[in-house]
Structures are given as C-alpha cells and as structure tokens.
C-alpha cells in the first residue's frame, strides 16, 4: 500500500535529500583540502613533483652502445615516451584507464561506479593511471584499511598536482619508468622488455605489450614464468580490451590471441650475463672516484651508484667480449678434461705434498666454515658437518648442477678446477676490449685479470732483450753460444737450469734464442745488461706488482697481473708507447651531465726502434718457436708476434699476443701453485693459454664489422731502423768486422 506524499512533503524530503548531498559534498571538499594542507600527513614539495625520486639503475655501456650490464637495487632504467611502442601505451590506457585523456587525474565517474561494476562482477581498480604514478613515486600501498583511506586520499592531491605540471605523455613515460614488473628485480617497461623479451620498449608487438601489461596488476599472479596459464589469459583480456578501445580490430586481437607467449627470458643478475668480472672490477672503481672526487647532486646528497641511473661509458667492446668468453668457454672445456684424465687414478695426497694443507686453507676460507664458527660450533662439529653428504650446487663448463655430496669433497672438486683469465687491448688507445676475469663468476668470484697476480714465466724475458736491443743496440742476429753462463754479484751465484729436451745446442741467435725460450742465453743477456735497467723498464711499462732488480726476474720469477702483463706488451706494438689500459671513458648522470672523465697516462718506455725491433722478435716465438701451433694448428698466418710462459712446476701457463691492433694476454692455472699439469708438455702456455688466444683471434678476424685486420703488420718507426735484421746482411757485416781487426793486428 503506497502512501501519496503531499506536495510540501515531497518538497522537504528532496531539501533533506540535497542537504545530504551539499554536505557529502562539502565534507569530501574539506578532507580533501585538509590532505592537501597536509593535515593527514605530509605531502610531497613542490620539488619532490618536478623531481619525482625512484631508486633507478646505472647502466655500464660498452664501446658499440650496448648495455653491458646494471648496477641496481631495483633493476629499473628509464626511457622517454619516443622510446616506448604505441603497442604499450595502447594497452596501458585500455586496460587501466580508458579515459586517461579526458580526466585531469581523478575520474570520479570511474570512482562513483566501481561498486556496481564490482557487484556484477566486472572486477576493476577505481584508480586512475595519475593515481597509480602517485602511489608508486610517494608512498608504498598500505593493508591497513584506515591508513590506506588517508594513502587515497593523498593519491588524490598527487594526483592533481602532477596532471598540472605534467604532460599526458609525460605521466605515461613516468608510469611505465616506475611500475613494478614482478620477479627478478624488474622495475620499469625497459627492463621488463629485457626481461621477458629480450628486446626494447619500442620493439614491442601488440601480444608482447599485452602479456606485460597484464602483468601490472598482479605481478605474481600473472607471471609468464610461475603461472604461463595465467599469463595467457590476461594477455588475451587486455587484447580484447584493446580491440573494444579501437586499438586493434576484433580480428587483429583474436590473431595475436592465437599466438604463444614467445618468451625470450633473460633475468638480470650481478652473477649473469657478459663482463660479469668486468664489472664487479669496474663498480669498484666507480664508487671510488664518486668518493674521492666528491661528486654530489644538485641537492648536496652523494650519488648512489646503485639508485641514481648513471651512465657509465666503457671501452670494452660487446662483440669482442662475447668472442672472449665463448674461446674461453670452448677450450677450457677440453682443457679441464685433459687436466681430469692426467690425474684420474692417482692419490692427490701423495701426488700433491701440501695438498691436506690446501684442503684445510679452503675449507676455513668458505662460507659454510664461517657460517658454523658464527653459531659456536666447535672444530670438531664442522668437521662432522663438512663430512656429512648435503645438497650442493656446482659449477661444471655443461652447466651448474645439483648434486649431493660431502662439503669436503665439494672443495676438493673445486681446487681441482684450472682457471683461467684473458684481457685484450687496443696498444694505439690503450682502450680495453674484452676483460674475462675468470671461469664463473656466481661460483668464483676473484677476478684474475687485475685483482689476481701469478708468477709471469717466460712472458719476462722480452723485457731483458729489449734493453740489450735498446741500450746495447744488440740484433736479433747476434749468435751466442748456449751454454750455462753464471751471474756473480747479486748474493749468490746464480746460473738457471735448462730442460735437456728443449735445449737448442751450439751457436744460436738471440732471436732463435727467444723464440724457444731458451734459458741460458737469456741469462748471458741479462748477465750483459744488469738487472737495475731491466727492473726499470718493467716499470715503465706499467707493471705495478713488486719487481726486484736481482738477476732471476730475466726468466720471469716475479708475480704480475694479466692486466700490467697485457699493458706492457703493448708498447711494443705501439712504438716503444706505453699508454696506460683503459676501460672507463666517463660517468654522465642520468640527464646525461658529465660528472667523470678518464684521462690515461702515457710513457715513452723505449724508443720506436727497440719497439719494433721486439716485434720482430716476438713474431719470431710465433714463426719458429714455441708459439708455432698458431701457424699449424690454428691457421693464423697473419702477422703476429707473442710469447708463451710457464712456470716452475708447470703451475702457471701464460701466452700474450701481440698484432698491430690488439694485443692479448691469457692466463691458465689452479687456485693454488701446488696443483698443477705433473707434465710440461700439458702445462706450458702453449698448451694451456695459446689455443684460447687463438680461438679468439679467429673470432675477430672473421667479424669484419670489427675492423681489426690480417693484412696489417706493424709500422717502421718514422726514423728507420739502425739495428739490422736480416742475418745474411748481419753475419757478413760481423765477418767484415773481423778482417779489419785481423789486418790491423787486433
């Protein structure tokens, strides 16, 4: 039964009604402007909204432009809105916000209709895509309800203010910067592009933008890797909301429906990827200079290598360092098994004197030692526990496995594991190519490029010969009888040994002398020159480690670097020049303002023609002596010089390679001296070290996009070149010489 309502009572109830509604509306207008006073809580400045802050990453660049790898907290870069596929934008708008365009950050018809929408079961977020960018600059979403009324409350204001200051494409750019892509660290549509597709923002097919979009509301939930299914339906949601937004037509959308997910997964990771040595090495450095030179921003805060998004330029070359990994990858695999059959059957604790003391050096080294001594254990209960079989994970040159095994036996694996590390340089520029710093870098994280020194071998003894060549003007030609000759003066007299099956017996020139490494006349020339001067040039050469002037260092008994070793052949490719090796240009931050920029040093270590008297020398190692198998085995017929080095007990292998365009240093030995090939012919550096040079070398050459080429050898110095070279020329000279003396009754 229905009560007729006079004229009077319907005009009250609709004056009750609009006082209601004025007073809703004045309530929401007061809390609104006591949030944006700051009454519920303090807002962002007015510089915070024309600098919005976001923990961003800072990208190493190689030499060719490409993305080497991150520094990061959260794994985010940022691009600008020409960078992003409309393929992306199209399905951010249809999906989150279809009338982005039409509202000035708060779509209070969207607001006021979400509860229908929810109660038929068209579930939807009332926030627009400005209040998201709000939530995701400012603040992080609350579960507690009340504060999570006064959080959209400030979301509202926030929102407001950057649609006043900002662009539409200007918000968008800073949404798809800043919003989280879920797993791995991935923050920012470039990242998340990288990620799950390998590629870039503005590469991005419609299905690809889809399937990301789709991801933005329930990261987990959605994941192409934890829940594909998942994954696949969203992607198809947004794309038919695209194609009800006129994005795509109905047919374009059920096509790209029908498509796979097309993953391509690339997680970023400090431990993967290329340069991973590199770039610990070189993060190092950077924090460092940001120190010392202390470089702030513009708010007087130091920047933070891990959240500011700087750019660090480097000179190591993406393709080149791809080459260097893949020939160490691939010969070290054979290496390893050779090294595995050698020793296969034999007891390591008789085989390998302080091989117990090893064990135990690396045991107490690990982490698993150090995590027990924390919790009080006692030896006696680490060693029970490092005999009890546990689930490990290892590396092998196949792959990673997980496997089950005693932690004592897991260190024995591992001290029977070469290792290996090479640099390559340009000698003109002294710019750093490729720098691979060991064999993993998630398992074994001490780079053996810089931060490592190992005994240097017979890779010393082109530094004596240059200072005959230069102070005593010495040839290549000069014949020296290969006999033990002794060295006095210098505490005890010292005289090296030489294998009887490598020696080279009768008169031989010093540049046969080098070429097969022969000890003896390498003693006799430094008994000519002394020490002091060989000491000197070493350093001049930018070799840092501890160098004594005694006799010994002409065979090489000194530890050094990959790196110095590296740098100071190269300036006998460059003219005697030693320019200092190069691998950081500069730092920008991240609007591209220059913050650091290297300058290299650079030495005259000796003069143009010694130099280029050395190269022909080295190139000698290469065509007769002990570096030939790079002409047998490996083809390589270009012009070439190097030396191979190994070292006592065949612990350390070593060959650096010197062309007129790089010069390459490789490296090849255990963690510890005392495990080692029982076997020169297996442990010398022209088994050990060569070949990954080698594998290298044929890489580049066959990339002409390099521009490093084979038809090239090394230029005469400008003033020519005193010293003689041919040895027919030379032999006549010195049989000349002697008829003079002998007429003149010398």
Request: hydrophobic share 35%; net charge positive.
């Amino acid at each position: 039964m229905f009560v007729k309502l006079t004229q009077h009572e319907i005009k009250r109830y609709n004056w009750m009604i609009w006082k209601v509604a004025i007073a809703f509306l004045l309530f929401i207008a007061l809390v609104f402007t006591l949030t944006a006073f700051g009454v519920f809580g303090s807002l962002p400045s007015f510089r915070d909204l024309e600098n919005p802050k976001s923990n961003q990453a800072s990208e190493i660049i190689s030499s060719d432009k490409k993305m080497l790898g991150k520094y990061f907290v959260q794994n985010r870069s940022s691009v600008t809105y020409n960078q992003i596929s409309p393929n992306v934008i199209n399905a951010l708008i249809a999906t989150e916000d279809n009338r982005f365009l039409k509202h000035s950050g708060i779509d209070f018809g969207r607001t006021f209709t979400i509860i229908f929408y929810n109660l038929i079961g068209k579930k939807q977020g009332g926030s627009t895509i400005t209040q998201q960018l709000a939530l995701n600059l400012f603040s992080e979403r609350s579960r507690n309800f009340t504060t999570r009324i006064r959080q959209k409350l400030q979301e509202w204001v926030i929102a407001v203010q950057l649609e006043r200051r900002y662009t539409k494409e200007e918000i968008l750019t800073m949404y798809l910067n800043t919003v989280d892509f879920g797993a791995y660290n991935t923050f920012g549509i470039s990242s998340a592009a990288a990620t799950y597709f390998n590629t870039t923002p503005d590469k991005l097919t419609p299905d690809q933008a889809a399937l990301l979009i789709g991801m933005i509301n329930g990261p987990g939930i959605y994941s192409p890797i934890r829940h594909p299914d998942n994954a696949v339906k969203r992607r198809n949601f947004v794309l038919r909301r695209m194609a009800e937004e006129n994005f795509l037509s109905d047919g374009q959308a059920e096509e790209f429906k029908a498509k796979p997910m097309g993953l391509n997964f690339h997680p970023t990771d400090h431990n993967e990827g290329l340069a991973t040595y590199f770039r610990s090495v070189l993060k190092k450095d950077v924090q460092k200079i940001l120190n010392e030179q202390d470089l702030h921003k513009s708010d007087g805060t130091p920047y933070d290598l891990d959240r500011d998004g700087l750019k660090i330029y480097t000179t190591v070359n993406y393709t080149m360092q791809q080459y260097a990994e893949a020939a160490q990858k691939e010969y070290m695999k054979q290496l390893q098994v050779q090294f595995n059959q050698h020793w296969r059957g034999r007891s390591l604790w008789k085989g390998i004197p302080d091989f117990k003391a090893r064990l135990n050096e690396g045991m107490k080294r690990s982490d698993r030692y150090r995590a027990l001594s924390q919790q009080g254990k006692s030896e006696e209960e680490i060693l029970e526990d490092f005999n009890t079989p546990a689930q490990m994970n290892l590396f092998t040159w196949h792959g990673d496995i997980d496997t089950t095994m005693k932690p004592i036996d897991s260190i024995v694996y591992s001290k029977l594991l070469l290792r290996n590390a090479m640099m390559s340089m340009d000698p003109n520029t002294g710019f750093v190519k490729a720098w691979v710093g060991g064999i993993d870098y998630e398992h074994f994280k001490y780079d053996q490029v810089k931060m490592g020194t190992r005994q240097v071998g017979s890779t010393a003894k082109p530094f004596t010969y240059a200072v005959a060549i230069e102070q005593a003007a010495f040839s290549p030609c000069m014949q020296v009888n290969n006999v033990p000759d002794t060295i006095y003066g210098y505490g005890k007299p010292w005289c090296p040994r030489s294998n009887p099956s490598e020696t080279v017996q009768g008169m031989i020139t010093l540049r046969k002398a080098l070429a097969r490494s022969q000890n003896w006349v390498t003693a006799h020339v430094m008994k000519e020159v002394g020490p002091e001067p060989v000491m000197q040039l070493i350093k001049k050469m930018g070799v840092t480690s501890k160098v004594d002037p005694y006799p010994t260092i002409c065979l090489g008994v000194f530890d050094a670097s990959v790196f110095d070793m590296t740098g100071a052949y190269s300036a006998f490719a460059n003219e005697g020049l030693w320019t200092e090796p190069t691998y950081l240009l500069r730092i920008e931050d991240k609007n591209g303002n220059l913050l650091y920029e290297h300058k290299p040093r650079v030495v005259q270590a000796m003069n143009p023609q010694a130099a280029y008297v050395m190269t022909y020398m080295l190139k000698g190692v290469v065509d007769e002596g002990t570096g030939w198998r790079l002409r047998s085995k490996y083809g390589l017929r270009n012009p070439i010089g190097g030396k191979t080095g190994t070292t006592q007990n065949n612990s350390d292998g070593w060959f650096i390679g010197i062309t007129p365009q790089l010069v390459t240093g490789v490296w090849t030995g255990c963690e510890d001296r005392s495990i080692h090939f029982r076997s020169t012919n297996l442990g010398e550096g022209a088994n050990t070290a060569l070949p990954i040079f080698a594998l290298y070398m044929k890489k580049v050459y066959a990339d002409a996009s390099l521009g490093i080429k084979q038809n090239v050898d090394f230029a005469q110095p400008k003033g020519g070149v005193g010293i003689t070279l041919d040895c027919n020329a030379y032999n006549q000279q010195q049989q000349g010489t002697a008829e003079v003396d002998n007429k003149l009754g010398f």
